[in-house]
């Protein structure tokens, strides 16, 4: 019988807590390459606080605290309607959050979120976005027409499964009849489900979430878990719910016993295919991911971007709101004096710097090491050829992205962009092994996870980057996204624009919640817009 190569590797349940003790065993010395993340520093200095008083005053029309997506996106859309007078914060030196991006020598490549799919018919704003940034370029029989350029090369998708590479990421192969029934069930419940409209006319599903029908038979199955749900509806099926975990963990870093059964079918129902030329299922990547979206969100607010600051103080005047930022590289705090200020940062952040939006300790954050793995060559392997996205049954990581298959070149040199949400414990846990494991020991970690799948590869890795996201989504536990999410509520001049809002980290969601705010500001203040939010 062989090893579990789960416990070998460090990646699966409780081993993860030693993996580094095995690690340290292995030969050879692990690659370079840093470790690198989320400036912890500046965030202690957000929980310690003891800022310097402030010195100075600005006055502006609006102030963005956070530069994620939502923040960006509230920016565009102000800058977009010629609302001008705004300032955007933000604590790192990048603004992008888990959607920023690295380069090397080879190529430009994603340190989070990789891929955008397809915009739904209800994403309006979205859709706006995309057409003025020329992803969409025009519409045929009334359907969206997209840049081939930004639509994934094929092969989109492969899976690693009994010895070989298949195809798409469902088994199809020494299959049980069980198996083949529970998957053609599975795929018929969520077929049901994407087309299914409730009572108020809004679709079961809808992306942005909040599109979503109220129905309260299908907001009851928030309150269940996916596992749950699973069980009730008798599948059992092991491959079934390999599948399931896989994809609870690929959007929400959360193993699918801790996720909503709501969330766990919006992944499988949510989305449907609306684009010109059958393109609907298909996804917009680029070799930095998710990072061209946020050069086109940065590029009109240009230099009203402050990146490297810390807000760490909102609070109401009598005239709107005052923000104290910090400027570490000087030491000087600023009060910035705003008519009306948007909290586009992470609940958990949001409620120090301004009480008032409540208790968020529902809201728990998934961790997350993503590594970038510079190779002399592409990998290959038995069965169908390198696909975008490569994903191993044999693996508890999530597989690997190719930063450079858009390049549509089979030769030379790339990075493999290398996921795993640290799932199998509780985020503390998580969190802390992210910190304390040492570099060295992360990175024999990636490498034997990907000699796993391609032992060829030994000679050809040449460099092993790092990214540590601790808080890097929001999970979607049961009870969150329709109980706990609608409970965090500011009041004008204070308005909030983060995915947290939704239960669900996707590019989508926080670009609706940052159109919404910006919307909701420019009523305010009296600022000619077109409300698509």
């Not at 690929?250 to 010109?276: C, L």
């Not at 998710?290 to 109401?316: C, F, M, S, Y």
Request: some cysteine; hydrophobic content about 40%; overall charge neutral.
């Amino acid at each position: 019988m062989k090893v579990d190569r789960r416990v070998v590797l460090g990646l699966g349940g409780a081993a993860i807590a030693s993996a580094g003790a095995t690690a340290a065993l292995m030969p050879p010395p692990p690659p370079p390459g840093a470790l690198r993340g989320a400036d912890l520093g500046r965030g202690h200095l957000l929980r310690r606080g003891n800022f310097p008083k402030p010195s100075r005053t600005e006055r502006i029309g609006v102030a963005i605290i956070g530069g994620g997506v939502a923040g960006l996106t509230a920016g565009w859309t102000l800058a977009e309607a010629g609302c001008d007078d705004f300032r955007l914060f933000e604590l790192e030196d990048a603004v992008g959050g888990n959607a920023r991006s690295g380069r090397n020598a080879v190529t430009a490549y994603p340190l989070g979120a990789h891929y955008l799919p397809l915009a739904n018919r209800e994403a309006v704003a979205l859709r706006h976005f995309l057409t003025r940034s020329g992803i969409i370029t025009g519409e045929r029989d009334g359907l969206p027409v997209y840049d081939p350029a930004h639509l994934c090369a094929d092969l989109q998708e492969r899976l690693f499964w009994r010895g070989r590479w298949q195809e798409g990421l469902v088994p199809r192969i020494g299959l049980g009849d069980r198996d083949r029934d529970d998957l053609a069930r599975f795929a018929a419940r969520m077929t049901d489900y994407s087309a299914m409209t409730g009572r108020d006319g809004r679709p079961a599903f809808a992306v942005p979430i909040a599109y979503s029908s109220a129905d309260p038979d299908l907001r009851a199955l928030d309150r269940l878990t996916f596992t749950d749900w699973l069980a009730a509806q008798g599948f059992a099926s092991q491959v079934l719910r390999a599948h399931v975990r896989y994809a609870m963990r690929d959007d929400y870093g959360t193993e699918p016993d801790h996720v909503s059964a709501w969330a766990g079918i919006h992944y499988f129902a949510g989305r449907r295919a609306f684009a010109a030329d059958d393109a609907g299922d298909n996804v917009l990547t680029w070799p930095e991911g998710n990072h061209r979206l946020v050069r086109a969100l940065a590029q009109p607010i240009g230099d009203r971007i402050t990146a490297g600051v810390v807000a760490h103080r909102v609070e109401r005047t009598g005239r709107g709101v005052s923000v104290d930022v910090y400027d570490p590289a000087t030491d000087i705090t600023t009060r910035v004096e705003a008519a009306t200020v948007i909290l586009a940062v992470p609940m958990f952040v949001a409620a120090r710097l301004c009480p008032e939006i409540g208790d968020v300790r529902q809201a728990s954050y998934a961790p997350w090491l993503v590594a970038n793995v510079t190779v002399d060559r592409l990998p290959g392997g038995e069965g169908v050829p390198i696909a975008w996205d490569n994903v191993s049954t044999t693996s508890d990581s999530l597989g690997y992205v190719v930063a450079t298959h858009q390049s549509r070149s089979a030769g030379g040199p790339s990075v493999l962009t290398w996921y795993l949400p640290l799932s199998t414990q509780s985020p503390a846990n998580a969190r802390r092994l992210l910190i304390e494991r040492p570099a060295d020991d992360w990175k024999r970690i990636v490498r034997d996870d990907l000699l796993a799948m391609h032992p060829e590869l030994a000679p050809d890795i040449r460099a092993i980057e790092l990214w540590r996201w601790g808080h890097a989504m929001v999970r979607p536990v049961p009870g969150y996204i329709w109980t706990t999410a609608p409970g965090f509520r500011v009041d004008p001049p204070l308005y909030l624009a983060h995915a947290d809002l939704s239960g669900a980290s996707l590019f989508e969601e926080a670009h609706y919640h940052g159109t919404r705010a910006a919307e909701q500001v420019m009523a305010q203040l009296g600022h000619p817009h077109v409300a698509l939010a």
